[in-house]
Structures are given as structure tokens and as C-alpha cells.
């Protein structure tokens, strides 16, 4: 029955080209909660700030998509928090630890936080979401999560359900690429799961993986290879920073950049790229 409603709605948004849009409740996160429990909904929570422009695009784009909005409309009770304006924001930011936004929390109904999802999502994600809450057990996410459990857990089906839990974004893929990178070190880079796995987790641009991937750019899109040697430079920045020696990223970057540079235009060269580095190192350690 649930499900014809829903199609109802699209298809009188589609013929009147009505606005969508979630619903958004005025009043306190308090008396959101209240709503959720006498109704027997999940509270949606977005906690934003007025300069954010992540939050802006949301809920420009997201927040209006037709499904979206039919489906949180009618399976939660919805509130947005300016985090430093509203009466209560600095106490929600405060209690739910809110250090980025926007931050997405979404409640059971009988008030107990159920996820906390920081960074905006488009709206395929933003209705994944909101099914995991709503209807756990029918939700993309408690479906492959059941497989992977009932199964025998070896090699093969942890690698499945690591490419499911991508495929649908969920916020377990980093614990359980790490479990995979823990047990399994031969990792393939030409699988697309496995490669997965070494871009999340690991860090050493020195390792036998972290060198076959750096000496082999033409492996991958030119961003995903810039974007994992950023993340080699980044690593070993904050280890030199904490070690109070530069000899760590200089290494890194001298290590690195040199492949880069063969792999993209406009890539600064080694010597003009470490100053820069060390003026920032020299910043966070004096």
C-alpha cells in the first residue's frame, strides 16, 4: 500500500509539476523527537551552517528530488538545525558531536540515534539512507550485509560483499576493506574489489602495492592516480609532523612526484613543491 502512495505522489508531482521538496518541521529537535515517537517515525535531522555550500547543494538538489522527497515525507519526521543560530543548535551540535557540515542524524522513533552520516549525498544516496532507517530489514545494506554473514566467509565472499557495500555506498565499507587488507596482502590492483581495497587502506608508497600502482599510471584515471599519491604526500606529512622530521615527506614527495609528473600536465616540480610543503610543515611544528 505504501509503495502506490508513493508512485501517487510522483505522478501528481509529474502532472502538476508541483515543487518537491522534504517537509521540514519548524520548532526544536526536542519537539521533533516528540512528533517521531507519537507518531511512530524516525526523525530526520539535517544540522547545517548559513556559509555552508555543501549544504546549500543539498538542499537545492537532494532535498527536492522527486522520490526522495515523496519517501521522507511520508516515512519521517524531518527538522533542519542551523548549528549556530537556531535555540537549540549549538546544544545539538554539542551533544552529537557535530564538527563538519552538514551532518545528517536520523533517529528511531522511540528517540535513539540510529546513524550520523557527516558530508552531503546526492539523492540516490540520500534515499539509501533513509531506507536503512526506515526499513532496516529491507534496505540494500541489511540485505548484503545477511548474505555476507550467512555465508562461509572466506576470501570470495568478503570481497562480494565489500563490492556491494560500495556499489551502495555504505558508510561499513571502510571497516570491512580494512579487515580485507588485514587478512589478504596479494591484493590483485587489475580487480576492480581489490583495488578498492587499496585505495581505502593502504598508505606506504614504499610497499611492494604502493610502488607496482605508483610505476603503473596508465592502471587507472589520471584523478584516482593523483588522488591516492595526495594521499600518500598528506600521510606522510602528518607523521612528519608528528615525528617532527621532514626527512618523511620529503622522501614521499621525491618518491612520488616524479611518476606524477609523467602521468599529468601541470604538475609543479620536486624542488618547487617541497618549499611549498616545508613552509606548511614549518607552520604546524613551530
Known sequence: ?????????????AMTGAQA???????????????GKKENKPVFVDVYAVWCGPCKRMA???????????YYNENFISIQIDAEHAADGPSTAMTYQVNAYPTLLYFTPDGQLAKKVVGAMDAQMLLARGEEVAYPEKSPG?????????????????????GALIDIDSDSADAYTATYY?????????DEVEFEVFFMQENDP?????KQFIEHPEKVDP???????QQFVQESFTAAVEAKDFSIVEKTIR?????????????????TYLQYVRSEYDKQVN
Open 182 to 190: 588485514q587478512k589478504y596482502k596479494d591484493l590483485n590492483l587489475d
Open 206 to 210: 614504499e610497499s611492494a602495492l604502493g
Open 1 to 13: 500500500m505504501k509503495k502506490i502512495a508513493s508512485v501517487m505522489i510522483l505522478l501528481f508531482l
Open 60 to 70: 537545492a538538489t537532494a532535498f527536492k528530488d522527486p522520490q526522495v522527497s515523496a
Open 142 to 162: 541489511f540485505i548484503t550485509a545477511k548474505a555476507y554473514h550467512d555465508s562461509k566467509k572466506t576470501r570470495n565472499d568478503l570481497k562480494t560483499y565489500i
Open 21 to 35: 521538496q522534504i517537509q521540514f518541521e519548524t520548532g526544536t529537535l526536542a519537539a521533533a523527537l516528540a512528533k
Open 255 to 271: 618518491l612520488t612526484l616524479p611518476h606524477l609528473q609523467k602521468a599529468m600536465d601541470g604538475v609543479p616540480d620536486v624542488e
Open 223 to 229: 584523478s584516482v592516480y593523483a588522488g591516492k599519491i
